[in-house]
């Protein structure tokens, strides 16, 4: 990721140079067994399950990149690790992976080569550990594109990973990062020199990462949306809701950046998500944190002396930032400072809940709540609720507002579940749980994704999470079981030879 892009003849080379290193070690590390392949793939995930390791890497991240904290960055490492490492093990990766005894038939797996991993600075030890880790488990080399703040991050990360590949007997080179300084044409000439692009971070990146040409998985935007059917506890379905909107400050994939309700009014859900700690917004507030969101707003944003301890020097984005943070940029008054999360009523939103835009929701289009700012609130510690009378209209405007790798649903009734699958079409949908959970765990039935991917409807290859079987390709083995039946003819079984 030097500073070149292609066009810079220096920059270019140095990226080619990075990516020739990479598959050379590559090649050293698709020469190894099943066997050997899992004992690599469980020294990398020991080292990186290491507490200590995981407190450094947690306190640099958030340090680095003034996003989320250190104690919860701490603890969604831990569970990461922990969830690829269980992955694995019920997870085959290299040599044969599937038999079909009756048939004779095998699945061996192959590595898809050289793994071009962009890390966004909401995920700078989560996506360059993870995705390193099931790269390696598939005998893959990766070459890792941090964003510019978070450099020095990936780069303890990668340190990290390349003594646990040295001290297995592994090539360390397998994993590497592109020369510094960071930069967008540095990231576009990785992904056009790799083999497989991951692509996480900004729209940007993203686009990059599906335009290269090199077969990708790709990340939605982060935030999702969660529909309430009225069948399940206000009370439950709020600290849900909570968990999942104030979990490392908002700065995960699966955030709940909204909810929606299908008991016609919001302010059930509202009074019990303040009970959980929000802070619900008026009218000039909402205006304020509008303007913040928007282009040019987060600009002029600081944190106040008061706050520089609690933020380590937390920068303008609102991005990944505490609530106090917000509290004071937004000049919130003082019952606002011990809030964990701000609560936006989708009511008060402008156009909201005009007729017209109720007609069109009942068309399949929600542009009026879609086009406002404060309609989702993914990345930051905040969620706004929005009210539908009846479920089919919360699902459409869920629908609308939500992105396609990910929702989360809140009902007692299971036809309600498969309909909320059909109507919203996600990637991953979490019942009953955090939006948080659709990143997978050792609780729930989804394997770890350091990413989620929304498939074609988002232009990605990722239909869902990202893990160890998107980083290997296979070949199918066929053997003939059936005695030939007409021995006399020119051909083996019924297959007759040409002429």
Not at 15 to 24: I, P
Not at 343 to 363: A, R, T
Request: glycine residues 12%.
């Amino acid at each position: 990721m030097n500073g070149g892009a292609i066009a810079d003849e220096a920059g270019g080379d140095r990226v080619e140079a990075t990516v020739a290193d990479a598959r050379s070690a590559g090649a050293r590390l698709a020469e190894r067994d099943a066997a050997a392949t899992g004992r690599i793939a469980e020294a990398v995930g020991e080292r990186l399950s290491d507490p200590e390791t995981i407190s450094r890497l947690a306190l640099a991240a958030a340090n680095e990149t003034g996003r989320g904290h250190p104690g919860t960055k701490t603890e969604k490492i831990a569970t990461a690790v922990e969830g690829a490492r269980a992955h694995l093990r019920e997870t085959p990766t290299a040599g044969v992976i599937d038999r079909d005894g009756p048939r004779g038939g095998l699945t061996v797996a192959r590595p898809v080569g050289v793994v071009g991993v962009a890390v966004p600075a909401t995920h700078p030890v989560v996506v360059p550990a993870v995705v390193s880790l099931y790269a390696l488990a598939g005998r893959n080399a990766v070459v890792l594109a941090p964003s510019p703040s978070a450099v020095e991050t990936c780069d303890m990360v990668v340190e990290e990973l390349r003594r646990a590949l040295s001290a297995a007997g592994a090539p360390a080179g397998a994993v590497s990062m592109v020369p510094a300084p960071p930069s967008k044409p540095g990231t576009d000439s990785l992904f056009e020199r790799a083999d497989f692009v991951v692509a996480s971070g900004s729209a940007a990146t993203v686009a990059a990462g599906q335009r290269c040409g090199t077969p990708n998985a790709c990340a939605g935007a982060d935030g999702l949306v969660a529909v309430s059917d009225g069948s399940a506890s206000t009370s439950a379905v709020a600290t849900r809701v909570a968990v999942g909107a104030t979990y490392d400050f908002g700065a995960h994939p699966a955030a709940d950046a909204a909810a929606v309700t299908a008991e016609g009014t919001g302010a059930p859900l509202i009074a019990a998500l303040e009970d959980e700690g929000g802070y619900v917004l008026g009218a000039d507030e909402c205006d304020r944190l509008r303007d913040l969101l928007t282009v040019g707003g987060a600009e002029t944003a600081r944190p106040t002396d008061a706050d520089r301890d609690a933020e380590r020097g937390a920068g303008s984005s609102p991005i990944g930032n505490s609530p106090r943070w917000f509290a004071s940029v937004l000049d919130l008054p003082p019952a606002a400072d011990a809030a964990a999360f701000l609560i936006v009523d989708g009511g008060d939103l402008s156009g909201d809940q005009s007729e017209d835009l109720i007609e069109n929701e009942e068309s399949g289009d929600g542009a009026g709540a879609r086009d406002d700012p404060l309609a989702t609130l993914p990345g930051i510690p905040a969620v706004t609720v929005h009210a539908r009378d009846g479920f089919g209209a919360a699902l459409r405007l869920a629908a609308d507002l939500g992105g396609a790798h990910a929702a989360a649903v809140h009902t007692t009734r299971q036809g309600r579940v498969s309909r909320a699958a059909e109507r919203l079409a996600p990637g991953r949908l979490a019942v009953n749980q955090p939006g948080t959970a659709a990143v997978g765990s050792t609780r729930n039935g989804f394997p770890l994704a350091p990413l989620l991917g929304g498939g074609s409807r988002e232009g990605s290859q990722l239909d869902g999470g990202l893990t160890a079987t998107d980083l290997i390709e296979t070949t199918t083995v066929s053997v003939t079981t059936v005695a030939d039946r007409a021995p006399h003819r020119s051909g083996a079984g019924e297959t007759l030879r040409g002429p």
